[in-house]
């Protein structure tokens, strides 16, 4: 019989990364990408979350301190960039700007709900019912929107360079993935570094980004195509 336990983390992990997606998706409603995609995508950065589990271990062997939010940064933006790329963005899916967010946006929900499902799963394991609604709170509101955001500058990068020449949008990837690696070791630095003591302006400093990111959003949407 299935532990009921783990019904719940992966509940309390999906749920709120699925409500996430759903308000992307929305964004473009008017020519909403094939669902098949979609779907390979979100459990893509989902699966990946094993390989960085595993690659995140053995940076803790080479590296402490700064150097290892670092690094742990840099392996967490390429694999969601990657699952984004070899699933949706090489193909002819790829075909207006606007699906670059989509489909960033949808990995990293999709590595989120699977990361939020195992930090939830431990203390419910032990018994800390209050500790999980209290990790899952702060899970949903802070790392699930760093991951959103992070990912989300590499989409904007990509969407802002659609029409421009492959040199162009090879720097504007580039460029993408170290600002969302810049992003996510400042987040880890601070969170960790200042025991939350900066927790309230942390997070306000990403909401502030993801309503740039939503403006970006809009400005690079086609009236002719996402707007209905």
């Known amino acids: ?8 983390a992966l509940l309390g992990g999906v749920l709120p990364a699925l409500l996430w997606l759903t308000f992307w998706l929305l964004e473009d409603r008017c020519e909403p990408e094939p669902k098949r995609y979609i779907f390979f995508v979100f459990i893509g950065g989902a699966l990946s979350v ?21 690094a742990w940064a840099i392996i967490e933006e390429l694999l969601k960039f990657g699952v984004a790329y070899f699933i949706a963005l090489r193909t002819s899916v ?7 967010v989509i489909y960033m946006v949808t990995a990293a ?5 699977f990361e939020n499902m195992l930090f939830l799963l431990t203390p419910l394991q032990s018994g800390d ?5 209290i990790t899952g709170d702060l899970r949903f509101i802070g790392a699930t929107l760093l991951h959103t955001l992070s990912s989300a500058t590499i989409g904007i990068a990509l969407a802002l360079a659609f029409y421009k020449g492959l040199g162009a949008r090879r720097l504007a990837a580039l460029g993408g993935v170290v600002l969302a690696i810049v992003l996510h070791t400042l987040f ?3 969170i960790l570094g200042t025991g939350g003591d900066a927790t ?8 502030f980004g993801v309503v740039v990111v939503l403006f970006l959003t809009e400005h690079i949407k086609q009236p002719s195509r996402d707007y209905c």
């Open 94 to 100: 790829f075909d207006e700007p606007l699906d670059a």
């Open 200 to 207: 309230f302006w942390i997070f306000l400093c990403i909401w």
């Open 1 to 8: 019989m299935a532990n009921p336990l783990v019904f719940v």
């Open 109 to 113: 929900l999709g590595f989120a709900a």
């Open 129 to 133: 019912v209050l500790r999980s609604v």
């Open 188 to 190: 880890n630095f601070f």
């Open 50 to 70: 094993f390989v960085a589990l595993w690659l995140e271990q053995r940076a803790m062997a080479l590296f402490t301190g700064t150097t290892l939010l670092f």
